[in-house]
């Protein structure tokens, strides 16, 4: 049987305190997403589209080997990361009056959780690339790695936390 990703509860199994029906569910479920996903795509196709622009100023030219491969990394990460997160518009779209939308909710799930990783790995690849070019100083990677941790804590970890802290082996 397989389950939600985001509750961890399986197709047939009611939230707790919750009285709907399997597709009012998924219905709310997707409502959810969309929502979450709009904040993230923002951030990243922003963050994609000056970096897209980058390349064609003077200073670029300047840049040594080491930080144009980590600026073409960052770009392919923050690609990956808008295809991603805009992977579940298409699934919709594409999978719109089917009767399949509780899977189409997991998939789209997977899709925003797997964006928000390309989206973390882009935000941490730019962080490194900017702060080498504006400083070239010996701090940059502890610089780096402790935003990198609070992007973890504040994404990952805490999210973690509060759900086992909160929610029972019953998923409620």
């Known amino acids: 049987m397989a389950t939600d990703a985001i ?7 009611e939230e707790p305190g919750r009285r709907e029906t399997p597709a009012e569910r998924a219905d709310r479920r997707w409502t959810e997403i969309v929502q979450e996903i709009r904040v993230a795509q923002t951030g990243v196709q922003i963050l994609l589209g000056f970096l897209l622009t980058v390349v064609f100023t003077p200073t670029f030219r300047q840049l040594g080997q080491t930080d144009k491969t ?3 990394v960052t770009v392919v990460l ?3 990361a808008t295809g991603a997160l805009i992977g579940p518009v298409s699934l919709h779209r594409i999978v719109a009056g089917r009767r399949i939308k509780p899977q189409a909710v997991v998939w789209a ?3 925003t959780f797997v964006g928000l990783v390309l989206l973390l790995a882009t935000l941490t690849s730019a962080l490194l690339l900017i702060l080498r070019v504006a400083t070239h100083d010996g701090y940059v990677p502890w610089l780096v790695s402790g935003v990198l941790a609070w992007y973890l804590i504040c994404w990952f970890v805490l999210p973690a936390w509060i759900r086992m802290r909160h929610t029972g082996d019953n998923g409620g």
Do not use: F, H, K
């Open 7 to 13: 509750s961890g509860r399986g197709p047939g199994e």
């Open 78 to 80: 923050g690609s990956l």
């Open 70 to 72: 980590i600026y073409i």
């Open 109 to 111: 799930a997977r899709l």
